[in-house]
């Protein structure tokens, strides 16, 4: 079956400091690859996307992420973290078995916590 | 601007009524999708249409209603049937083509069962 994994819950991590929020996949073809942002209340926005081409993908706000084909992964990353990038954060897939519905299958998500 | 609007943003239901909520895009996009949203458990699609007139379930389909008569707009009423309504609901819309696909989502709903 098809899935996504974001195996932290909450990550923590200095201002100023290089932040990781990690997401795993299981797809069965190729990965369509996205992550989005979300403040609190609010809807989601989006960060970034891999399709095809080169496996570091650069996004808004400074983030980036890298897809990992054998480690099938695709980790979201910062140089600098902000204090304002305190939020929520979800990895997504979109379902190949979807045909060409455009569904996506979600992670969970993953708080991230930036201390001044 | 372009964008999603969704309203309200909170909205309180009695037990046992029907209420409706809006999403409008100004897009242009064919499809739109709504979600919902629980505490530690992600995001879960509703139900998603790709084109005017025509909608398909998603995984959680069973109390809630649709309608796509407008590009622009795609509605969704939480029925009495859905026993536990009280979530954070999000609209969201795509455009073609697929490789270009990428989700744009409204600010939420907040629906509260009193």
């Known amino acids: 079956a098809q899935s996504v994994a974001q195996p932290e819950d909450q990550v923590n991590v200095a201002e100023g400091n290089p932040l990781t929020v990690k997401c795993t996949y299981s797809v069965s073809g190729n990965p369509y690859l996205f992550w989005y942002v979300q403040y609190p209340n609010r809807g989601l926005q989006f960060l970034l996307k891999y399709i095809t081409g080169d496996n570091l993908v650069k996004g808004s706000y400074g983030f980036e992420a890298e897809f990992n084909k054998s480690q099938t992964s695709f980790h979201l990353k910062k140089p600098s973290a902000l204090v304002s990038d305190s939020a929520l954060y979800f990895c997504?897939?979109?379902?190949?078995?979807?045909?060409?519905?455009?569904?996506?299958?979600w992670g969970l998500g993953t708080s991230l916590a930036v201390n001044p | 601007d372009g964008g999603i609007t969704q309203s309200p943003k909170y909205l309180f239901r009695k037990e046992g009524q029907n209420v409706t909520l809006s999403c409008e895009q100004n897009l242009n996009h064919d499809a739109m999708y709504w979600y919902r949203q629980d505490p530690g458990q992600g995001l879960r699609l509703i139900y998603y249409s790709q084109i005017v007139n025509d909608f398909q379930k998603g995984d959680i389909a069973e109390g809630y209603s649709v309608s796509r008569e407008k590009k622009e707009s795609f509605p969704l009423t939480v029925t009495s049937a859905q026993k536990n309504p009280t979530a954070f609901y999000l609209c969201a819309s795509s455009t073609l083509p697929l490789t270009g696909w990428g989700a744009f989502f409204g600010q939420g709903t907040r629906l509260t069962v009193v």
């Open positions: 997504a897939v979109r379902d190949l078995n979807a045909g060409n519905n455009r569904k996506l299958i």
